[in-house]
């Protein structure tokens, strides 16, 4: 695994609101601290497991229709990514550090419905 700490790099690559995104076995992290945060890491971790049930490429190219679809009808970019369903799912769940242990294939589908 990799680690890269860029403040503006994750302004950029995640609309501005978030601290840490994980791709391909780098984890983006906007401060030296988040490393240790049990409740970021489980978030990203609940990512890599979308990622994988969708063969990574996939998600990234499901996750922006999601964000365009909702920025559409919000027009609100925070709203936007609150709203997509993989953000939905992690948020919903990151603070269960067993959530991954019992979570079914493709439970983010549980999580979409109309914006």
């Given at each position: 695994?990799?680690?890269?700490?860029?403040?503006?790099?994750?302004?950029?690559?995640?609309?501005?609101?978030?601290?840490?995104?994980?791709?391909?076995?780098?984890?983006?992290?906007?401060?030296?601290?988040?490393?240790?945060?049990?409740?970021?890491?489980?978030?990203?971790?609940?990512?890599?497991?979308?990622?994988?049930?969708?063969?990574?490429?996939?998600?990234?190219?499901?996750?922006?229709?999601?964000?365009?679809?909702?920025?559409?009808?919000?027009?609100?970019?925070?709203?936007?990514?609150?709203?997509?369903?993989?953000?939905?799912?992690?948020?919903?769940?990151?603070?269960?550090?067993?959530?991954?242990?019992?979570?079914?294939?493709?439970?983010?589908?549980?999580f979409c419905s109309e914006v």
């Amino acid at each position: 695994m990799i680690i890269i700490r860029s403040h503006r790099l994750i302004e950029i690559i995640n609309f501005q609101f978030c601290k840490c995104h994980y791709f391909i076995s780098i984890y983006f992290l906007s401060s030296k601290y988040m490393k240790n945060n049990s409740r970021i890491i489980n978030h990203e971790r609940i990512h890599i497991r979308q990622q994988l049930e969708l063969l990574i490429i996939p998600f990234y190219i499901w996750y922006l229709i999601e964000f365009i679809i909702n920025y559409i009808k919000l027009k609100d970019k925070k709203k936007a990514y609150f709203s997509i369903s993989f953000e939905r799912e992690a948020y919903a769940n990151e603070n269960n550090p067993n959530y991954l242990k019992n979570r079914k294939i493709w439970a983010f589908v549980k999580f979409c419905s109309e914006v």
